[in-house]
């Protein structure tokens, strides 16, 4: 597994809430760091996969089973090529 590090901004959120930081934490978003700023909601994920597609999907999913609609992404960092 390769650890990939990327940014997704909510697009139904203003506030990081203590409730949507749980309910993101119950979807399964354990890896994520939650901020928001000028009414703007982000979360940092570090997330393993095999591949970023994955990485990514499987956040998408998680945020959605949190009630939560991605409005973009951004791609933090990628791994090192070996």
């Known amino acids: 597994m390769t650890k990939f590090s990327f940014e997704i901004t909510l697009s139904n959120q203003t506030i990081a809430s203590d409730d949507l930081a749980e309910a993101t934490f119950e979807a399964g978003c354990t890896d994520a760091t939650m901020a928001s700023r000028d009414g703007v909601v982000t ?28 409005a973009k992404i951004e791609i933090l960092e990628l791994p090192a090529a070996a």
């Open 43 to 70: 979360l940092i994920f570090d997330r393993e996969a095999a591949d970023l597609e994955t990485a990514i999907a499987s956040a998408i999913k998680q945020l959605r089973d949190a009630q939560c609609s991605v």
